[in-house]
Nanobody, 123 residues
């Protein structure tokens, strides 16, 4: 299995930008598709963005298109989530997750998870 560690979260003001990083170790990182999820208090976890093994395919939650950008660098075993024009409703714990088989746009195909990083957006 791959081990995942998120970083880059923090407290920012509305309208700011933030870049989250997900570093992988263990099994070759490039064999996984990677997704970013988030979970706000009292809400279900949701898939916000995902990227295929070679970056040829990406997925975004519809409401986030244009504000969030996912990318990866397999030479650094890393995936990034660039978030811009942040809003208070983006406040959540953000997780990266990895999957080997199935569709990157379906949550149930992810089976390795990081511990999460908190993003708080103040108004």
């Amino acid at each position: 299995q791959v081990q995942l560690v998120e970083s880059g979260g923090g407290l920012v003001q509305a309208g700011s930008s933030l870049r989250l990083s997900c570093a992988g170790s263990g099994r070759p990182f490039s064999t996984y598709f990677i997704g970013w999820f988030r979970q706000a208090p009292g809400k279900d976890r949701e898939l916000v963005a995902a990227i295929s093994r070679s970056s040829t395919t990406t997925f975004y939650k519809d409401s986030l298109k244009g504000r969030f950008t996912i990318s990866r660098d397999n030479t650094k075993n890393s995936v990034y989530l660039q978030m811009s024009s942040l809003k208070p409703e983006d406040t959540a714990v953000y997780y990266c997750a990895a999957g080997l088989r199935g569709s990157l746009s379906i949550s149930s195909y992810y089976d390795s998870w990081g511990q999460g990083t908190q993003v708080t957006v103040s108004s």
